[in-house]
């Protein structure tokens, strides 16, 4: 399973990417913004998208409507990463075309089997 990782943060990719890397099944790219997301998701073709609700200049929203609105990524499942997580958020989120929501903090043992789970509903 190839998973993007989008979060502006450097310190929370890295974890991520490695919470992630313990999972022999993952393969494991990641993107600082939401313009890096798009270009990743274009040449890459990950099966998931992992995406941080809060980023400056384009925000999780913004990406996931950039993602929806062209044909080559139209498809791929995005799950949003965030702290924002009442469940007016996460009806809001899902509404805008995400297909989970994962709480942040998130927990780096747990975060492989929160993807799959997410994914395969």
Same mark, same amino acid.
């Not at 993107?31 to 099966?47: C, L």
């Given at each position: 399973?190839? +998973? ?20 022999? @099944?993952?393969?494991?790219?990641? %993107?600082?913004? @939401?313009?890096? %997301? #798009?270009?990743?998701? +274009? ?5 998931? #998208? ?5 980023? /400056?200049?384009? $925000? @999780? /929203? ?9 044909? $080559? ?5 995005? +799950? ?14 899902? %509404?805008? @075309?995400? &297909?989970?929501? #994962? ?8 975060? %492989?089997?929160? +993807?799959?789970?997410? &994914? &395969?509903?």
């Amino acid at each position: 399973m190839r +998973v993007l990782y989008v979060d502006d943060e450097p310190d929370i990719r890295e974890i991520a990417r490695i919470s992630l890397d313990l999972d022999e @099944g993952m393969e494991v790219e990641t %993107a600082a913004s @939401g313009a890096e %997301a #798009i270009e990743k998701a +274009v040449a890459w073709r990950p099966d998931v #998208i992992l995406l941080d609700v809060m980023m /400056p200049d384009m $925000d @999780g /929203p913004s990406t996931l409507a950039r993602l929806r609105a062209r044909n $080559d990524t139209s498809r791929i499942p995005v +799950v949003f990463i965030t702290a924002r997580t009442q469940a007016q958020e996460v009806e809001r989120f899902k %509404a805008l @075309g995400a &297909c989970a929501v #994962i709480p942040k903090p998130f927990d780096p043992m747990l975060l %492989a089997a929160q +993807v799959r789970a997410a &994914c &395969c509903r």
